[in-house]
């Protein structure tokens, strides 16, 4: 009976300091540092910031010429008690990132608009900023009802080469995506 005592007090003891050990920095992934919807006279637009960083295998395979694709889903929905939410806005929007091993340089690209890099770094701080985004005509939402709103960007699994995907069932290293950011929204 001692030892089951000692036995627990151990463990105990153990998971006190697997608490209290530091954590190594910005762990590989994606964050959502912030986001908003707004208002004008042209109509409604989003804005949003993302912190991400991408793991060493996805780092590794886009320097071999690997595009990434990743997808931003931002959703206005408007609760109703009586029957089903109603979809206001229903936005996907393809995000790719690719590097040209020839000429080193990367490429971040929004449908035919392309912007080129000569850093990781820029390339990322591009693909992670949303500006002035359209989501709604003006007079599309009534102002006296309440909305609530929700953005995730993650990387498109199903568009990387098909043996990447194999991978990708089977390794962390392949699934980068934040969590959905939700929020309450009057106009």
Known sequence: MQFFRKFSQLLVILGLLAAMAPSSGQAEGITVRQAKIYGTEEGYFADAEFD???T?????????????????????IEPRWYWFNKEI????QERRLSFNPLT??????IGSLYLSFNSLQDALQSLSHVNRLQLAAPGSVAKEHQYEARIQLKLDVSQLPKPFQVDALSSNDWNLASKPLSWKLSP
Request: charged content about 25%; hydrophobic content about 45%; cysteine-free.
């Open 52 to 54: 991400l960083e991408l």
């Open 56 to 76: 060493p295998a996805l780092e590794e395979a886009l320097t071999r010429g690997v595009p990434l694709t990743f997808k931003l889903s931002l959703d206005v």
């Open 89 to 92: 806005v229903n936005l996907r």
């Open 104 to 109: 080193r340089v990367y490429r971040f690209s």
